[in-house]
């Protein structure tokens, strides 16, 4: 069993940067993929982004590129999403994951297994 646990929460003006952090305990997760998704109120959990195990490879939604940044330490075993220039519809609740997709799955929900609790994430214009 992998535990997630995000943190980074926070409400920031637009334009503005926030970190979010995904610490796992349980396992290493430096045999998974990792993504981070998003859920705004009333509408379906989203990708946002995804990078596979080793770090090499990285996949966006067209609608952060250029703007998130994903990465990964397996040694602190943590995922990290920096976002910058953010928006007010970045607002949602976003959640880690962890699963054995690959590059071309990474960006479907069924692809993970694991999941954390979520955090929130609000915008103000």
């Known amino acids: 069993q992998v535990q997630l646990v995000e943190s980074g929460r926070g409400l920031v003006q637009a334009g503005g940067s926030l970190r979010l952090s995904c610490a796992a305990s349980g396992r290493t997760i430096s045999n998974y993929a990792m993504g981070w998704f998003r859920q705004a109120p009333g509408k379906e959990r989203e990708f946002v982004a995804a990078?596979?195990?080793?770090?090499?490879?990285?996949l966006y939604t067209d609608f952060v590129k250029g703007r998130f940044t994903i990465s990964r330490d397996n040694a602190k075993n943590t995922v990290y999403l920096q976002m910058n220039s953010l928006k007010p519809e970045d607002t949602a609740v976003y959640y880690c994951?962890?699963?054995?997709?690959?590059?071309?799955?990474?960006?479907?929900?069924?692809?993970?297994?694991?999941w954390g609790q979520g955090t929130q994430v609000t915008v103000s214009s």
């Open positions: 990078i596979t195990w080793s770090g090499s490879n990285t």
């Open positions: 994951a962890a699963g054995a997709s690959t590059i071309a799955t990474m960006n479907m929900r069924a692809s993970y297994v694991y």
